[in-house]
């Protein structure tokens, strides 16, 4: 259901460039989804879900970085806490392993870190754990109204 809901994303935005990768292979780690889409690590945009005292946001970050704790409460006032599995997916309407920044379920907060401008092109999932969506940075920003934000290592 979760690719069906990107899908639904994509045609309602008019995204008619974005076209939905899947594989028989499971993308569920950075790792994993490298391997299936043939680049390296660092070119896999993952999405990791954050909880703040008075709302949850998604952060992408190109796959290889990590959060930068300083950084990250620096820019949120807060400590990074991640959300749990069964929070992620009442959240987001994602299984973890397939969160993306589109077709959400709930409307979110979405921050893009600036690691993945460096990039022509970044691999987010697309809603499931063997999906992903090959697109630039700035088009990802645009798509899905993301915020530049610095807060990796």
């Keep these: 259901m979760s690719v069906e809901s990107v899908r639904e994303f994509f045609a309602e935005g008019g995204y008619t460039d974005l076209k939905?990768?899947?594989?028989?292979?499971?993308?569920?780690?950075?790792?994993?989804?490298?391997?299936?889409?043939?680049?390296?690590?660092?070119?896999?945009?993952?999405?990791?879900?954050?909880?703040?005292?008075?709302?949850?946001?998604?952060?992408v970050t190109k796959g290889d970085a990590r959060i930068d704790n300083r950084k990250f409460k620096d820019c949120f006032h807060e400590k990074a806490s991640m959300l749990d599995y069964d929070r992620v997916l009442e959240v987001t309407g994602h299984p973890v392993g397939g969160v993306c920044p589109f077709g959400l379920k709930n409307p979110l907060d979405i921050y893009l870190d600036i690691s993945m401008k460096e990039f022509e092109y970044v691999y987010p999932a697309a809603g499931s754990a063997n999906s992903a969506v090959k697109i630039a940075p700035d088009r990802l920003q645009e798509v899905t109204g993301g915020i530049w934000i610095d807060v990796c290592k």
């Design 20 to 59: 939905i990768i899947e594989t028989n292979l499971s993308t569920a780690t950075v790792e994993l989804a490298a391997k299936a889409h043939g680049v390296a690590p660092a070119l896999i945009a993952k999405t990791m879900s954050f909880g703040l005292k008075d709302r949850e946001i998604l952060i």
